[in-house]
């Protein structure tokens, strides 16, 4: 069998062997309760906005309820598999609740089930990642296909980066090829906000290339038609949503904002947080002149990402799947990046969390989930968690930073034996000039 | 100097100066106002006293009044804590029946039930010398609250010996309660001051002393004003608490920090050791 078939299909049973047995509560949670109301027709912006409202009048704080907060797009990619679920499971809900704080009811046999068919869509997302990457680099394929970050996101956690990093990573090799595809294709990887950033640098690089720039802007815009919808039909529902949510939301993640957590000081926290924002757009503006028309795209691309996952002020564990394929390619860049957010999940919620398709199974293995939860609630409430939480949040900023020196470096090096090149080129010119004018200057009679 | 440098240096001194903010924000902002964070929780801390109001999605901690005793300023050791699961108005659960909204004022913040035919005000009054609890509605109402700790080793004076079995104590304004610290070698006392009489008070036994006192009134308003205070037994060591975290976060800060610049300066990474052993 080829190897690249044997990678692609170990890929593939490590992840459908894991997905039914695992779960982040609160996020499949969301895909779970977002897919039943997109099947039924509701829109899902008025009902996240709806809740907020109501968070938002009980409590007077500026707080946001964390439901389905992604591009229109992103919930039909889960629809046709949880309608799949439902016509062997029937309509009745087998998870209730589990937005944080609570905790899910889980209604058995139906939750694996249901687990393995929701995250489908990730698993064939991984998989589509490790394909592409076998036919550049087989070595690199592994590393996608079994690290255990990229693994535990997509089928422990459930959730769907892969699906962003299929299409950033197409996007990045089409683009150079067909404009439009790639437009689409970069218009896809918008399911989860964070890549909006790229747009400046597609743009300017496509700048001056008008027909180029017009499929690609054609294609982006495609994409961007279920976004154009419901901003006509709810426009303050998905506004709050993906605007005013995702731009006002406190700082921290697995970065050096996450000190922020220890300020229970809500107000104060969002003023704070406008101070990422302002170095994210100057690292953009700085960026532009270095990487918007010259240097290797994948550099460029991966240039940009690194100053919002530096600057940005929200950097969940799992955003970095989005880019791995991307860093796997990069010559300049450490692949072992991974470790940082790998190891930060553990800290932040405790594996049981992920585990509660096989505890919930059995009142034994309730009552083992119930004593270990009050000796992590213990190293919580006295803030031994966020000590480590904090060093490995800045160890993770850091070492996005190298690999971002690095790059820069690479690339100014390039530069530089591109300019010299140049001057190379320019000297054998004048050269040639000088003899041809010496030439015709001897011939002239 | 070159740009990978000042890069860095940059880089650096925004990491160490925002890891000052939570004890700046400590030390100017988060005393004597009702806070606001998480999912809806608010909490008040002043000299002596830390309150914690818990989100409308849990029922317990509504409060939960600590105090920050002399001799260890940065811990917080619990005195009492109102339980919203388990107290109830003319038969309706505080948790599970009522709409509840909250809002702060500066040092009181008002937390409003209300369901059809019943609204009531539950008023939380910080000062420094202790915490008023007040329930106000504009029409009689019959009310079942229940105060938890974990444990009082005597109540009014009772001990366990004196009440192996729930007790219904002599109804009076005043409860007094004794408890230790083991943690900080202490022991400490509580009091509850109550604006009036109420028909029924009673207290709970679990284990070793009593972890709950139940207090049942008829009345259109009632406060309850708790206040604490701790003595040491014996030599009391430091202690770690959550408070301390500002203190800590900028030396995790300058450690990892210093770290980074180190291996950058003298370390190699793998590819230089390969490049090194092939030439």
Redo the contacts between chains.
Sequence with gaps: MEKRIKIVLLALAVRLAIAPFFMHAGDVGTIYESSAIALQGGNLYDFVYGKTLQ?Q?????P?FFEGYAYHPLLIYFFVPFYWLFTLIAGPYSVMIDGH???LPVLVYPWTPILLLMLKIPIILADVAVVYILAGIDTRKAEIYALCPYVVFISVVWGMFDAIVAVFLLTSYLTFSRNSLFSGILYGLSLMKLYTIVLLPLFVIRLFGKWKDLLQFMGGLTLTLLPVAYFLIVSPASIWNVLVTFQGTRVMGGVN??N??W????????LD?SI?PSILLLVSIVLLIPKFGRKGPLLEAILAFMLASFLFGKVLNEQFLVSIFPLILLCKKC?SRLWIAPFAFIFLRSPFYYFALPILWASPVFYSYYLQADVVWRQLQ????L??PM??VG??F??LI??NL?RI??AT?VQAVGGRGQTVGFMRRLIRVRILLGSRRHRFVP | MK??SL??VF?AV??IS??F??LV?DAL??KNAW???????Y?FQNQNYFVLFN????GSSKPHVQMNPDFAPNDRIPIIEFSDWTSWVDGFNFFNDF??????NQRTLDVTYSRPGILLHKFLTATPDNITVELVSDKEFTAHLELWRWVMTSVNGLSIKDAPKPMQIPTTTQIEFTFQDYRLQSEGTGRITLSRVPVQIMIWPYENGFNKITIDFVNTEMSLTVSGSMTPVGRTYPT???S???Y??PV??V???AI?LLV?KYGK?NKDRASRARS
Excluded: C, E
Aim: proline fraction near 5%; avoid cysteine; glycine fraction near 6%.
């Design positions: 968070m009048q009980a409590t007077g704080l707080v944080y704080p609570s050096l904002y000190f922020i220890v300020v229970q000081d809500l107000r104060f926290d704070i101070i450490d409430a006295v803030g031994y966020q000590v904090y060093a800045i160890a900023s850091l930073l190298w020196l820069l470096d100014s | 740009v990978k890069v860095t880089f925004y990491i925002l890891s903010v939570p924000h902002l988060a806070l606001g964070y998480g999912t809806g929780a909490a989100d409308p999605y849990d709409n509840v909204t909250m809002r702060p770690w608490n959550y301390d975290l500002p800590v976060l995790v800060a450690l990892v920090v980074y950058d990474t």
